[in-house]
């Protein structure tokens, strides 16, 4: 979903669009992003991302974004991206808009326009942000997922990222399955 509006944007914006993974992503993760139409593909790796930290990941994000320095973020609003988008976006500076369930391009100003519920879901916000990166979290579902062209060429860049150890605040101690 998110690389179907994400190309829709990127094409509005006259540029190509980018995918992140975070972790050892296998190949076949990095063709499936291609052929749904990232350009290419920036792979994160590092041992403390396999973990799942979110401290270890909102780091790395954020050394992502400095390094490729993206016109806008896009994050899934799922158990993660809750807490995701409103971290990075505290330590890159920049505001964020959460819930988005429609995004679109001004076509002046080149600024992310996203459509957004406010009071309880009885009126829409159309909200949009001064700085760059711009990042929203998208409510799940409100796009069609992209479809797939294996036919689509792409990269996949490995971007280095340092996580100390210091930065993971928490640790699982034991996982119990009901």
Request: proline content about 5%.
């Given at each position: 979903e998110?690389?179907?509006?994400?190309?829709?944007?990127?094409?509005?914006?006259?540029?190509?669009?980018?995918?992140?993974?975070?972790?050892?992503?296998?190949?076949?993760?990095?063709?499936?992003?291609?052929?749904?139409?990232?350009?290419?593909?920036?792979?994160?790796?590092?041992?403390?991302?396999?973990?799942?930290?979110?401290d270890?990941?909102?780091?790395?994000?954020?050394?992502?974004?400095?390094?490729?320095?993206?016109?806008?973020?896009?994050?899934?609003?799922?158990?993660?991206?809750?807490?995701?988008?409103?971290?990075?976006?505290?330590?890159?500076?920049?505001?964020?808009?959460?819930?988005?369930?429609?995004?679109?391009?001004?076509?002046?100003?080149?600024?992310?326009?996203?459509?957004?519920?406010?009071?309880?879901g009885?009126?829409?916000?159309?909200?949009?942000?001064?700085?760059?990166?711009?990042?929203?979290?998208?409510?799940?579902?409100?796009?069609?997922?992209?479809?797939?062209?294996?036919?689509l060429?792409?990269?996949?860049?490995?971007?280095?990222v340092?996580?100390p150890?210091s930065?993971?605040?928490?640790?699982?101690?034991?996982?119990?399955?009901?």
């Amino acid at each position: 979903e998110l690389l179907n509006v994400g190309g829709t944007l990127a094409k509005s914006l006259g540029q190509s669009l980018q995918a992140v993974l975070l972790g050892s992503a296998p190949a076949n993760v990095c063709a499936e992003a291609i052929a749904c139409g990232a350009v290419r593909v920036l792979l994160a790796e590092h041992p403390l991302l396999e973990e799942g930290h979110l401290d270890a990941r909102v780091t790395a994000l954020q050394q992502v974004c400095q390094q490729a320095k993206p016109a806008i973020v896009l994050i899934a609003r799922n158990e993660v991206g809750r807490e995701l988008g409103p971290r990075l976006a505290f330590r890159l500076g920049v505001g964020l808009a959460q819930d988005a369930v429609a995004l679109s391009v001004d076509g002046g100003s080149k600024r992310l326009l996203a459509t957004r519920p406010v009071y309880g879901g009885n009126a829409m916000a159309v909200v949009t942000m001064v700085c760059n990166p711009q990042i929203a979290t998208v409510r799940p579902k409100a796009f069609a997922a992209a479809e797939k062209n294996e036919a689509l060429q792409g990269e996949v860049v490995r971007v280095p990222v340092e996580i100390p150890a210091s930065v993971v605040k928490t640790r699982v101690v034991q996982k119990v399955v009901e």
